[in-house]
């Protein structure tokens, strides 16, 4: 299997980013980054999802700039994903969501205590970068319906038989939740997977306008 990874970041050198230090682990793994970036996340990631670059992999990991990769088992867990058969392949996520204010995908699968979350996702307890911990959202390998958009790993071949594509509608709120609506409606299958990763942000702590317009839009599509 071959695969790679794809990130945008706002940096001008992406040696910088935590994604680019984590990835010297690997003796051989190709990176791709836009630097710089502006655009949003899923125009970005189509661009590079449909481009022929794209096609000489059999898996393309979108993750964002921020995201350590911290297992060199990598390959050998995202084969065993696919050998399941999931076609999208995330760290966290998901089964029986209501569409609902808010719109965060582990609130509309009804929080810790609904049962109806799944997956790991390592955090940095601060800026040190020297301790994290562990969220366990739920019981990983395990099929859901929507994935969080941190890590995404595509199988190219499968996603673009379906004609399944990141929705543009959305620029970065939103966007891994609609995205895996539309995959769904698709008959592609959405999985967890225990890959080790720790991520240096805590996630989504207050509620910008940027924020408010995107879930207003997210609602106003995909509630009912």
Not at 21 to 34: A, H, Q, R, V
Request: glycine letters at 6%.
């Amino acid at each position: 299997m071959k695969f790679c990874i794809f990130s945008c970041t706002k940096q001008k050198d992406e040696k910088n980013t935590v994604l680019y230090k984590s990835c010297l682990e690997f003796d051989e793994l190709d990176l791709f980054f836009k630097k710089e970036n502006t655009d949003g996340l899923s125009e970005a990631y189509n661009s590079f999802l449909y481009s022929k670059e794209a096609d000489t992999y059999d898996v393309v990991i979108f993750a964002h700039d921020d995201l350590y990769v911290d297992d060199l088992k990598l390959e050998k867990k995202l084969q065993a994903a696919l050998d399941i058969g999931y076609d999208i392949i995330g760290l966290a996520g998901c089964i029986n969501p209501k569409i609902a204010n808010p719109a965060l995908w582990h609130i509309m699968a009804g929080g810790f205590q609904s049962g109806n979350l799944r997956g790991i996702v390592n955090h940095y307890t601060d800026s040190t970068l020297k301790t994290y911990h562990s969220t366990g959202f739920g019981v990983t390998p395990a099929r859901v319906a929507i994935l969080d958009g941190l890590f995404l790993a595509v199988n190219v071949k499968k996603v673009k038989n379906a004609q399944w594509r990141f929705n543009e509608n959305y620029k970065f709120h939103h966007y891994d939740i609609a995205s895996s609506i539309d995959a769904n409606t698709k008959k592609l299958k959405l999985g967890v997977y225990p890959i080790n990763t720790i991520h240096c942000s805590p996630g989504l702590k207050s509620f910008d306008q940027n924020y408010l317009e995107s879930e207003k839009k997210f609602l106003e599509e995909y509630s009912g």
